[in-house]
């Protein structure tokens, strides 16, 4: 596993997935490489929740549609709903934001006040639910439960996933100062010139 900032791969890579705890900034992450590497993000949140948050039929389609395509970039994630069986064997790196607990707590806490505050827009209509959700035990409803109860989940998975993807190449950042260095190294794609 990379994670010394010398061993740290440059790319640019055409399809990239991003793994991390919930709140981490994998979709903040998915955008900026985006950007560097001129691939498109695909949002997987945004294929899988259709209107009051019913998982959309049409999911895993539009996901074997994405990762059929030549240069995207998405989360990892509803890999218990198939849709890893899909990208995974298409992804040429994987990302994982192993940041300390802290961190993503703190980053998840504020964005789930502002999206509730400024009632945002999130997928299809849908929008974070009321502060009130926060006191709930139950992870099904309440994102700071659903946080604490898979908080370790990639650090249990990610051997098997490594093991089940030997194609993979891993960069592991471990704090948000090391992918802001990381970013700001990565080789830019070299434009593509006119026919």
Request: charged letters at 25%; hydrophobic letters at 35%.
């Amino acid at each position: 596993m990379a994670t010394e900032p010398d061993a740290l791969p440059l790319g640019p890579y055409d399809r990239v997935i991003i793994a991390g705890l919930t709140g981490s900034g994998k979709t903040t992450l998915a955008r900026r490489l985006a950007e560097v590497w001129g691939l498109t993000h695909v949002e997987i949140d945004a294929l899988y929740h259709g209107p009051n948050w019913v998982p959309r039929p049409e999911f895993l389609d539009d996901v074997t549609r994405f990762a059929k395509t030549e240069r995207w970039v998405t989360e990892w994630q509803y890999t218990s709903k198939g849709a890893g069986d899909i990208y995974e064997p298409r992804a040429q790196l994987a990302v994982w934001l192993d940041y300390p607990w802290k961190v993503a707590r703190r980053r998840l806490v504020r964005r789930t006040l502002s999206r509730s505050l400024l009632r945002t827009e999130l997928w299809n209509g849908n929008r974070e639910g009321s502060l009130l959700r926060l006191v709930s035990p139950d992870p099904e409803k309440n994102i700071l439960a659903w946080q604490r109860k898979t908080r370790n989940n990639w650090r249990e998975r990610m051997p098997a996933a490594l093991e089940r993807n030997p194609h993979l190449t891993l960069a592991r950042l471990t704090s948000p100062a090391q992918t802001d260095s990381w970013v700001a190294g990565l080789r830019r794609r070299p434009p593509t010139s006119p026919r």
